[in-house]
């Protein structure tokens, strides 16, 4: 059984930087594709990024990019989400999900695993 336990959000002036935690835990997840998604209040789900487990390549919706870092830790069978420059519009539930497969999708209905959520604020 596959488990997503995802740690760091809270609360953060705008500007602030937040890290934001995923420990997998019930599988080898070598073969994996890595996402964190959010949604706000009101809102659809909506993908933020991305990494392939085996050879680390990322991706990053255009709202988050260049602020925003994916990383993992192998060894920790954890990813990261190092979030900075955070504005009023990133507050939302952050989702850490596992895909199967390595194939890049940044939609929802490709992940088959999901962590339970974790709040990020941004306060103006």
């Known amino acids: 059984q596959v488990q997503l336990v995802e740690s760091g959000g809270g609360l953060v002036q705008a500007g602030g930087s937040l890290r934001l935690s995923c420990a997998a835990s019930?599988?080898?997840?070598?073969?994996?594709?890595m996402g964190w998604f959010r949604q706000a209040p009101g809102k659809e789900r909506e993908f933020v990024a991305s990494i392939n487990w085996s050879n680390g390549s990322r991706s990053y919706a255009s709202s988050v990019k260049g602020r925003f870092i994916i990383s993992r830790d192998n060894a920790k069978n954890t990813v990261y989400l190092q979030m900075n420059s955070l504005e009023p519009e990133d507050t939302a539930v952050y989702y850490c999900a596992a895909s199967l497969t390595s194939r890049y999708s940044s939609a929802s209905r490709d992940y088959d695993y999901w962590g339970q959520g974790t709040q990020v604020t941004v306060s103006s």
């Open positions: 019930g599988r080898t997840f070598s073969n994996y594709r």
